[in-house]
């Protein structure tokens, strides 16, 4: 794992220090330097962009794809489905396959009118009605305050813009966690959920096997490093990775395929190795360093619960108790479809397998060979997973 790392390290320096302008003459895909509407409209789909200011100030793009390529003329309701990343990632997850292998895409040309959001302080979510992003204080969250504002921030914003009762969501890693923590703990947001989609569903990650577990033993020396350091994000600019994109991954495939595995699993079998300069440029999308930490925490405590604070005085400031509240699963009073693979390091099977009894289980899809980004990305995931979730949202 490290020596992956490493080499990404020593390729960086060599391709900044190449002297031959030939190494950066390679042949670039066009999406690598689009923006996420002009990945939507470059397809022939209408983009609508919208910012949603949450309780607490953060201000969330959140992109709308109203209708699908050929079916803008019909009339009458429509289901309307929201679609959130996971863990470092951001709206473009479901936007950088080929057309007929993106979610959101497939979703629009089937008559859905579909939201895809950006959690707080990703690349596209860096904004504030009064904190300055380049402070502190701005990325003092974890994904606990993605469940708590940021959902129903954007739940509701739906709601009442499309006009309708009930929404179908559809999760991605960290995006089912938030989904997990919120509808449980909030049962009047919940009530518009029709059906909740969680693809590589993660709650408890006891048995993850995710370099995120060789972090947690460090996590409080990691949080004193960076509060040394002064800083709270984990955001690299995208310049930097549509760089890399352009002079790494066209000489160097299968480095930019580790780097970009290398939290999920390496199972490369559904993977489309030309689209990989496009997935670099687009990722990660960021985070911050709590949202990191907060993880490492779960795996240390092997609890699905709240931030840890440090210490029995700061919780009881937050919380009432000297130790963070747990999470409930059973409170989830919505039915949910579970998209789950095997080769999956941070969804790891065993974990979703002690998640699964305590939800309303309406369908239990296991593909063997998919690993964490398989759910996004693999070629075959319409074959696998698409076709269920269109057939759910119009059924």
């Not at 959690?119 to 860096?126: E, K, L, P």
């Not at 360093?289 to 709240?306: C, E, G, M, P």
Request: net charge negative.
């Amino acid at each position: 794992m490290s020596s992956a790392w490493f080499t990404f390290a020593a390729v960086i320096f060599c391709a900044a220090s190449e002297s031959s302008t030939k190494f950066f003459q390679v042949s670039l895909d066009p999406e690598v330097s689009m923006t996420p509407t002009e990945l939507i409209t470059s397809k022939g789909f209408p983009c609508e962009n919208y910012y949603i200011t949450t309780e607490d100030g953060y201000i969330l793009n959140t992109l709308r794809i109203p209708h699908g390529r050929f079916n803008g003329h019909l009339k009458g309701p429509k289901p309307v489905v929201v679609l959130q990343h996971g863990l470092l990632g951001s709206c473009t997850h479901f936007l950088t396959n080929l057309v007929n292998e993106s979610l959101a895409y497939l979703l629009a040309d089937a008559g859905a009118d579909v939201w895809i959001g950006n959690s707080r302080g990703n690349i596209y979510s860096t904004n504030h009605t009064h904190l300055d992003p380049k402070g502190k204080e701005f990325w003092q969250f974890s994904w606990d305050e993605m469940a708590k504002y940021d959902l129903p921030a954007m739940i509701n914003f739906v709601l009442n813009t499309s006009g309708v009762d009930q929404i179908f969501y559809v999760g991605h890693s960290q995006g089912t966690t938030i989904a997990f923590a919120e509808f449980g703990e909030n049962p009047e947001l919940a009530s518009h959920i029709k059906h909740l989609i969680a693809m590589a569903p993660v709650a408890q990650v006891w048995n993850t096997e995710s370099p995120i577990r060789k972090l947690a033993p460090l996590a409080k020396e990691i949080e004193i490093f960076f509060k040394v350091l002064g800083t709270g994000d984990l955001n690299i600019s995208p310049t930097i990775m549509k760089l890399l994109a352009g002079t790494l991954c066209d000489k160097w495939s299968v480095l930019c395929e580790n780097v970009l595995f290398v939290l999920g699993g390496y199972d490369y079998s559904s993977l489309n190795k030309s689209r990989i300069p496009v997935y670099v440029a687009h990722n990660p999308g960021g985070t911050s360093v709590r949202d990191i930490l907060h993880w490492a925490q779960a795996i240390n405590s092997k609890n699905f619960q709240h931030y840890d604070y440090g210490s029995a005085q700061e919780n009881m400031i937050h919380y009432g108790q000297p130790t963070p509240p747990l999470y409930d699963p059973k409170k989830v009073k919505v039915p949910v479809a579970i998209f789950r693979g095997d080769q999956d390091w941070l969804a790891d099977p065993t974990d979703v397998k002690w998640l699964l009894p305590q939800l309303l289980v309406t369908h239990d899809i296991d593909i063997p060979h998919y690993e964490h980004l398989d759910f996004i990305w693999a070629f075959d995931a319409p074959t696998y997973i698409y076709k269920e979730i269109i057939k759910i949202v119009f059924s």
